[in-house]
């Protein structure tokens, strides 16, 4: 018995010696991956003519711009799925308060600080968001002829009503 227990011993050091082994070579991996792209980024800065200080506050502009834009993402993704969501419910004032929603995305998204590596991917989503918000107006728009079509509808409907019960009420004499 007292083989077995140092077998098993030994077996979970060699284990434990592994994975710590792994996570060393994962760890030195990630440090070379952000040493390299550093470097590349700070070479392309330099060789642009900007100092290391400009390199530095474009990199970590870039950076913030990258999170926003990630977060910024989240919200849209969920004012779609609610607006879909409220026309499958015909809720129209649902609808109306995510298409202001959208709006005020698109003009935030606009107006985000960025540096001039991400300027070509700052057009596309603002492009990409702007068509959201159209297809937002669109249903809006859609929505609200709906709501006074059915409104006219109603009152052509109690005006045949009134019609019917007037003309039942003529009497032959």
């Given amino acids: 018995m007292d083989l077995e227990k140092l077998l098993i011993i030994l077996v979970a050091i060699v284990i434990i010696a ?100 991400l300027k070509g991917i700052h057009k596309k989503y603002c492009g990409y968001l702007e068509s959201i918000v159209k297809s937002s107006d669109a249903i809006l728009a859609s929505g609200n002829l709906k709501e006074n079509t059915l409104s006219n509808l109603e009152k052509v409907k109690g005006n045949l009503n009134s019609y019917l019960e007037d003309l039942l009420k003529i009497e032959v004499k």
């Fill in 18 to 117: 592994i994975v710590v082994s792994v996570i060393k070579n994962a760890i030195k991996f990630i440090i070379f991956v952000v040493v390299a792209l550093l470097a590349v980024v700070f070479i392309r800065g330099v060789m642009a003519g900007k100092t290391p200080e400009e390199v530095f506050v474009d990199t970590k502009a870039d950076a913030v711009y990258t999170k926003q834009l990630y977060e910024y993402s989240q919200k849209v993704k969920k004012s779609v799925d609610i607006t879909l969501d409220a026309i499958d419910n015909k809720s129209l004032d649902k609808i109306k308060e995510e298409n202001e929603k959208l709006h005020e995305y698109l003009e935030e998204v606009s107006d985000l600080y960025h540096g001039e590596n």
